[in-house]
Nanobody, 118 residues
């Protein structure tokens, strides 16, 4: 079993910055992909950014150039640095991990609210 604990959400003004953190614990395989998804009210959950254990990253078009995903493999922790935040970034942000060990395993965090408003 794997547990994901997110932190760092909150209220920020447009143009501001926030940093989200997600610490994974439990039985974590070395080959994995960690990522951040978000879900705004009335919308489907969508990928924001992901990073694999080798450091390769992937970003959704709306956040390219504004968000940066990084990870510390020794701590099984993934970060999302969000800059130049816009009201449309308001959502619940969820941490996700996918691991390959014979088959794919997937786990989710509980979510953290990010609100961008003046």
């Amino acid at each position: 079993q794997v547990q994901l604990v997110e932190s760092g959400g909150g209220l920020v003004q447009p143009g501001g910055s926030l940093r989200l953190s997600c610490a994974a614990s439990g039985s974590i395989f070395s080959l994995n992909v960690m990522g951040w998804y978000r879900q705004a009210p009335g919308k489907q959950r969508e990928l924001v950014a992901s990073i694999n254990s080798g450091g390769s990253t992937n970003y959704a078009d709306p956040v390219k150039g504004r968000f940066t995903i990084s990870r510390e493999n020794a701590k099984n922790t993934v970060y999302l640095q969000m800059s130049n935040l816009k009201p449309e970034d308001t959502a619940v942000y969820y941490c996700n991990i996918k691991m390959r060990g014979g088959r794919w395993y997937e786990y989710w965090g509980q979510g953290t609210q990010v609100t961008v408003s003046s």
